[in-house]
């Protein structure tokens, strides 16, 4: 049911003899957890528009002076892309029924995505050391910021991601792990698709 | 599939046991409410008592030893800040919000309970970390609601270290604590209506409080990641906001930042803002005018739709409040078309509100009361926003009291009015027990024209000149001596009418006590959260089943039907009409 339809309701008239209107026209199946996942993804994608417009108006003062870039960047791209493709790979063999790999690739999705954070940490520590403080210029400020707060997003996901395997633990039912693993699989799209857009951004400006 | 409300799937209720389950560390979003509400009515006593300490200074200068400029700066920041996010953001989205969405669109609770809960306690700890600065060394910050760098983190403005630093804090957990109870409202709203109840049956209470939750949502963000630049700058000598400085006498180590793309920041965030604040109560107040004028809401559609469109245009006005910043001057011919035309579903809202009064059968209860005062301070608030909404008009008068009269009226008085209202109105149902009515009236009265008194004045100061957030007018030429003698008057009707806020605070509470036993439906209003089992409704809300729809909010003096109004949850067979009228028809079938 199109929201736009719904808004064209006249609801002084009375739809049908018993006042009830057809199925479907209120409530949804579609399950509130999935609703909510998007609503957040969008929260924080507005928040890293805001974040990306300001590095634009910030990048054309004169003192802005670009970072080099990392040659680890793109191997922390291919393992935060690995660990995405896994979980959505986790959740597939989940709805097939198929046990084992289900464990493996929640595993697997796991581990990808710590060393990607410990892929960021790396890059943090090399940027350091060859000079390239925080405070030194806007650029490199920016350049912390963004990847630090997608790297607390990603351990956010994490966190759910823990939340998941006590569920398996537990015995949860299928349709409820697999809804997990859906909205695990979303989310990290989502992350990856953020990481793409910074990780152009640091590299083109 | 078939669709079963959510509620009533397995695993959804979670019944506490313990007095602490109940109460303290509770998920129901009736005590969530309840949490939400007491908590912010708190803190806006402090932000009150703030404002009467501002007036004193300013209506009787140099008799207050003990307040300094600083502590007038500090004074001005923690009034602006407590009053618009703390008090009116939390009481509208997360008292109201939580209590009415579940009760008017016939769930048991919101949907993610839990997080529910944890977004009071976030919201209780940024209340406290908000107090906390009061007490470290420096106080809180002096830097104007605005918080506009670089004087915000500068020596020389009050609290510049401890101070700015917790106001950032707080602000960032309490954007953390909006986002998990914005989820949780939108999605409820969305997914968790009971049977019959589609969008355009949801009263307008529901759609205010629903379109602001998602402009919080996006707004909220903005404060976020300002505040988060805005500590870097403060704690590890980055320069986003900050330029080259010579700060008492020593070159700072910033250069280069852009203290401008902090107020856009700002703003962004700002605007909305304001929105957050008045669509609610928008909603409210149209439900409160339709019920006590025992008439439907005026072109209910076109009031769904103005709350919309208001919503998505309030993100595009923002450098409406930045005409004096230096920015690009074509900037400010864009903001000023987009500003006015936000005024043209803002008018159409006022005429519904006038209309649905028109040939009403009006009761004059304290709730309507505060309702139709809201009708007044809104249409003049709105006014004068059309005057500064003008950049040439703007230029003179910004930073002057002219706008200060101009946001107290339209998002100062007129949403404390609805809340008022609001209050009053659900009183007997969060409560079960009726307050009393000569209080109320005294309260009404004594609040209406008390900021009458108060706010018209200081449209003539700013007219003459008189800026805002100083401390003292000193000695100026522009300046006559009636100014001073016109505040002092307004000084006596703030303290007035801040001592009168008490006879509120002492109906509720005696009330509670001492009040009669309501009626489960005082109002005779149709609406669902008064046709609950219980009064006041108990865990889970409705008892073994859901109610089911079968029409819209507003079935008021319906002709021939025994009561004169049809509650939205009663089948059109069981409708119980006088004697030779014969059946019950939705009026729309007459013609
Ligand atoms: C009787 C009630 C109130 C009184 C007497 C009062 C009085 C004042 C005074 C004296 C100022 C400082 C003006 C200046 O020096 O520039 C002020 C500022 C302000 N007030 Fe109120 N106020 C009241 C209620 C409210 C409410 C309900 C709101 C909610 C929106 C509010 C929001 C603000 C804001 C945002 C500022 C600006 C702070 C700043 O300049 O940083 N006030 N008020
Ligand atoms: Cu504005």
């Known amino acids: ?205 | 599939m078939t669709y079963i409300p959510i509620a009533d799937q397995p695993n959804e209720l979670h019944d506490p046991h313990t007095f602490i389950s109940k109460y303290v560390w509770s998920q129901d979003h009736k005590v969530i409410a309840i949490q939400y509400g007491s908590t912010a009515i708190f803190v806006g006593l402090i932000a009150l008592v703030l404002s009467a300490l501002m007036r004193l200074q300013l209506g009787y200068p140099d008799t207050f030893s003990f307040i300094d400029p600083a502590d007038y700066y500090q004074f001005v920041t923690m009034h602006g800040m407590i009053m618009v996010i703390y008090l009116l953001t939390a009481l509208f989205l997360g008292g109201f919000g939580n209590y009415l969405i579940p009760l008017q669109i016939g769930a048991r609770d919101m949907v993610f309970p839990y997080l529910n809960m944890l977004s009071y306690w976030f919201y209780l700890l940024s209340v406290i970390i908000l107090l906390a600065s009061f007490f470290v060394p420096g106080g809180p910050t002096g830097a104007g609601w605005t918080l506009y760098p670089p004087q915000a983190i500068l020596r020389g403005t009050p609290g510049a270290d401890m101070g700015i630093m917790l106001m950032l804090a707080s602000l960032a957990v309490f954007v953390v604590a909006f986002t998990m109870g914005g989820l949780n409202y939108v999605t409820t709203v969305l997914q968790a209506r009971t049977n019959g109840m589609t969008l355009m049956r949801m009263p307008l209470s529901v759609w205010g409080i629903f379109v602001a939750t998602i402009l919080g949502l996006f707004a909220f963000p903005a404060l976020f990641v300002s505040a988060i630049m805005m500590t870097f700058d403060k704690l590890l000598g980055t320069s986003f906001f900050m330029p080259a400085i010579q700060s008492l006498g020593e070159t700072l180590n910033t250069a280069g930042g852009s203290p401008v793309l902090f107020q856009h920041l700002f703003w962004f965030f700002g605007h909305p803002e304001v929105y957050i604040v008045a669509l609610p109560a928008f909603g409210l107040v149209s439900d409160v005018l339709s019920c006590h004028a025992r008439k439907n809401i005026f072109g209910y559609r076109l009031m769904v739709w103005a709350i919309i469109i208001i919503g998505a245009l309030s993100f595009i006005v923002w450098a409406h409040h930045m005409y004096v910043s230096g920015m690009n001057p074509y900037f400010g011919f864009f903001f000023a078309f987009t500003t006015l035309i936000i005024a043209v579903p803002t008018a159409i809202k006022v005429y519904n509100w006038v209309l649905t009064l028109w040939e009403g059968n009006i009761r004059l209860t304290v709730p309507m009361l505060f309702a139709i005062g809201f009708i007044f301070t809104f249409i003049h608030g709105g006014l004068t926003g059309i005057f500064l909404g003008n950049v040439t008009v703007d230029l003179p008068l910004s930073d002057t009291y002219f706008v200060v009269a101009h946001f107290h009226m339209v998002m100062g008085v007129s949403p404390v009015l609805v809340l008022y209202a609001a209050l009053y109105h659900w009183y007997p149902k969060i409560t079960g027990k009726m307050f009393n009515v000569t209080l109320g009236k005294i309260h009404f009265w004594a609040t209406f024209l008390g900021t009458y008194a108060i706010y018209l004045p200081m449209h003539y100061l700013g007219f003459l000149g008189v800026p805002r957030r100083y401390y003292a007018m000193g000695n100026t030429d522009f300046i006559p001596d009636s100014a001073q003698a016109l505040n002092a008057n307004i000084t006596q009707a703030a303290i007035f009418v801040g001592i009168m806020q008490l006879v509120f605070i002492f109906n509720v509470i005696w009330s509670l006590k001492y009040g009669k036993k309501s009626d489960p439906n005082p109002w005779d209003a149709t609406s669902l959260e008064w046709q609950t089992p219980d009064n006041p409704p108990v865990h889970g809300n409705w008892g073994e089943k859901l109610p089911v729809v079968y029409r819209w909010a507003y079935e008021y003096s319906v002709p021939g039907a025994k009561d004169d109004f049809v509650p939205q949850s009663i089948a059109p067979e069981d409708v119980e009409m006088l004697e030779g009228e014969g059946k019950y028809v939705d009026r729309s079938e007459e013609h």
Request: hydrophobic share 50%.
């Open chain 1, 1 to 205: 049911m199109s929201l736009f339809r719904a808004i064209l309701e006249k609801p002084w008239k009375q739809q049908t003899a018993s006042g009830l209107p057809a199925e479907g026209d209120y409530g949804s199946v579609t399950p509130p957890q999935k609703v909510g996942l998007l609503f957040f993804i969008a929260v924080v994608a507005v928040m890293f528009a805001l974040f990306i417009t300001a590095y634009f108006v910030r990048m054309e003062l004169d003192d802005w002076r670009p970072m080099p870039e990392s040659q680890l960047l793109w191997l922390n791209t291919v393992l935060l892309f690995l660990s995405s493709f896994t979980l959505q790979w986790t959740h597939n063999v989940l709805k097939k029924g198929q046990d084992k790999q289900f464990k493996i690739g929640l595993i697997l999705g796991a581990l990808f995505t710590v060393a990607f954070v410990y892929g960021q940490i790396t890059v943090w520590g090399q940027m350091q050391e060859a000079g390239y403080y925080l405070y030194n210029n806007p650029a490199n400020a920016f350049f912390y910021v963004l990847t630090g707060i997608h790297a607390i997003h990603v351990l956010g996901g994490l966190f759910v991601w823990t939340k998941t395997i006590v569920k398996y633990w537990s015995g949860a039912e299928h349709e409820e792990l697999e809804l997990s693993t859906e909205l695990c699989a979303l989310y990290w799209h989502f992350l990856l698709l953020v990481w793409l857009v910074l990780f152009a951004l640091v590299s083109y400006t």
